[in-house]
């Protein structure tokens, strides 16, 4: 090996280590604090039953769709084990993801021993478990995804509850923007004084509902995913409630919109939560809002693979805009590096490269370790093409980057 070469493998193990060293803030997820009861999901069933694997497992069995729904949580699981994992290997994303968790949390994966695996989980207590899996994932803290409109979660915000100071809310929206005919009942019995017609009152008290919940949750951000044909501005009651309820609301707290853009939901309803879909989206809108709304600050990210270069883009043009991660069917490595390298390339280290999106709390062993890798990978190379240039970096410098890209940037801008 020459010198160069010794330089840049000596480079690449030490951003590989800094970054597996570097404590994660995940932006979204759909996990809950142990307070939040039976909503936090955990252990090897809820592994294995994840919405990915449930729609990968349809694919080669013949079970009927509505019969999958008449199984329990285990029976479920042994399902996705013995097709997914005994009879073929597993070797997506979703299915390796499995493998890394358990093998990352100590236990035998080459046994292929289930019955193991849940006696493990079942010694565990859900509050050891999470600070074990913190510790695993070296992760600092997670932002949930919490929907006031949901009846089981709903209750227990109303109650109140003593925090877990390491799960932050975000409060999330959909139902008001992309089904304000059914919400407006809701709300209504909410004590809201609300019509359909959006006029100046019911404006003003969509506007007190959103603060009411910003201020109950301590909610970091405003969140809304989107379908592919979503358009701003429109004569619709989604825009109007962004322009005239949420973009102001956001401002008086000083708090972002995140966008999650591009899903088609219930492409295939007899899939329940795993049968979204994908569809390309107008990044036109996502310009137009940063333009337009110059004191709002927004969080973006879009599912189409095919979005992603016009995004970045976009984001050079507004330091108002914050891209961040690669959404569920961008979860894959090879699209994370690719994705990745684009937007360092396009946009230096001003991007939040990755969220988790786990809804079961191991996930985040799996998700983080795979993630990580890629980012620092591709990280090494853009060093180690700045040090072919003669430029030199110390470690301090390397672990000031990785704490931006799996943090900094994301605190950074909700305290701009
Ligand atoms: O809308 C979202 O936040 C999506 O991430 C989820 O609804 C989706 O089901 C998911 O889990 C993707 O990873
Ligand atoms: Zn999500």
Redo the contacts with the bound molecule.
């Keep these: 090996m020459s010198s160069t070469e010794q330089d840049t493998a000596a480079l690449r193990g030490s951003v590989r280590r800094i970054v597996a060293e570097t404590p994660i803030t995940d932006l979204?997820t759909?996990l809950f604090s142990p307070d939040f009861g039976g909503l936090l999901l955990w252990g090897v069933d809820e592994l294995l039953t994840y919405?990915?694997l449930l729609a990968e497992v349809m694919r080669v069995s013949d079970l009927p769709y509505e019969k999958l729904w008449t199984l329990s949580t285990r029976e479920k699981a042994d399902l996705v084990w013995q097709h997914l994992f005994l009879d073929r290997s597993p070797i997506s994303e979703a299915c390796r993801g499995v493998l890394t968790a358990l093998n990352r949390l100590g236990l035998d994966v080459a046994s292929r021993d289930l019955a193991a695996y849940r006696a493990f989980f079942e010694a565990q207590t859900p509050g050891q478990h999470v600070d074990t899996v913190f510790e695993c994932a070296n992760l600092k803290d997670v932002v949930m995804?919490n929907d006031p409109f949901d009846p089981e979660e709903h209750p227990l915000w109303m109650a109140g509850f003593e925090r877990d100071p390491r799960f932050h809310a975000a409060l999330r929206i959909?139902p008001l923007l992309n089904d304000w005919g059914t919400t407006v009942e809701k709300l209504k019995g909410w004590g809201y004084n609300v019509e359909p017609g959006l006029g100046d009152a019911t404006r003003a008290e969509v506007r007190r509902f959103l603060s009411d919940w910003i201020v109950r949750m301590k909610a970091l951000y405003m969140a809304v995913?989107l379908p592919p044909d979503f358009v701003m501005p429109e004569d619709s009651p989604r825009a109007t409630l962004i322009a005239e309820c949420v973009l102001p609301v956001a401002r008086e707290h000083n708090i972002p919109f995140a966008l999650?853009i591009g899903?088609k939901r219930q492409v295939n309803p007899a899939l329940q939560?795993a049968g979204?879909g994908v569809g390309l989206s107008s990044v036109d809108c996502v310009a137009h809002l940063c333009a337009r709304y110059p004191d709002n600050k927004f969080m973006v990210t879009m599912l189409a693979r095919e979005n992603q270069h016009e995004l970045c883009i976009a984001a050079r043009k507004f330091r108002n805009l914050c891209l961040f991660g690669c959404?569920?069917f961008l979860?894959d490595p090879s699209l994370i590096d690719e994705i990745t390298r684009m937007r360092f390339e396009l946009l230096g280290l001003s991007v939040v490269p990755q969220h988790s999106?786990a809804?079961v709390l191991d996930q985040v062993v799996y998700k983080w370790a795979h993630s990580r890798e890629v980012i620092a990978n591709v990280l090494a190379d853009k060093y180690a093409d700045l040090t072919a240039t003669g430029w030199v970096l110390d470690e301090t410098e390397i672990q000031r980057d990785a704490a931006k890209l799996l943090g900094g940037n994301f605190w950074n801008f909700i305290e701009r």
Excluded: A, G, K, P
């Design positions: 979204h759909h919405h990915y995804t959909d995913s999650m899903v939560l979204d959404w569920w979860n999106d809804r």
